[in-house]
């Protein structure tokens, strides 16, 4: 058996800092004053549950954008199609239906809260009977052959 001095010890492998203190500012210090190399870098959001950050910028952005909106359909087209709906004897539901979309587009389009969308405004249309868009609102739609 070989002879051992209990009075050394054998050092294989040294363990840096740990986690939480290579973290730690005073560790940090440290190890600038002795001249090791030190990256530090502050993550966005670190440590914290914040996805959707406000920035100092939201306000601005807010002030510039106010005027951008998207145009709603004028209540003269949503008494258009409630008074054509009405002629018909549909309810909104009943309109809803005819044309593939909910109840609750009807309302919007009638009270004017919705933004208006071609594919749907030429459904309604063709259900009512009624043209929404154009100069020619109100009048009816002819039905014959389609130009090319």
């Given amino acids: ?3 051992s001095d209990w009075d050394t010890a054998t050092v ?3 363990k840096g800092p740990m986690a939480a203190q290579a973290k730690s500012k005073q560790a940090t210090l440290a190890a600038q004053r002795r001249g090791e190399d030190v990256e530090t870098s502050k993550k966005w959001a670190a440590g914290q549950n914040k996805q959707h950050s406000i920035t100092k ?3 601005k ?6 005027e951008l909106h998207h145009d709603r359909v004028t209540l ?6 409630q008074q054509g709906r009405q002629s018909k004897g549909l309810t909104q539901k009943d309109l809803a239906t005819k044309i593939n ?9 009638e009270s004017g809260r919705a933004i208006p969308n071609d594919r749907v405004l030429g459904k309604i249309e063709q259900a009512i009977g009624l043209k929404l868009r ?3 609102i109100r009048k009816p739609i ?7």
Avoid: H
Wanted: glycine share 8%; net charge neutral.
């Fill in 101 to 109: 979309e909910k109840p609750q587009v009807i309302a919007d389009y």
């Fill in 57 to 59: 910028n939201t306000a």
């Fill in 142 to 148: 002819e039905k014959g052959p389609r130009a090319k």
């Fill in 134 to 136: 154009g100069k020619d």
């Fill in 1 to 3: 058996m070989a002879e």
């Fill in 76 to 81: 003269d087209v949503g008494k258009v199609i």
């Fill in 61 to 66: 952005l807010d002030r510039e954008t106010e």
């Fill in 12 to 14: 294989l492998r040294k």
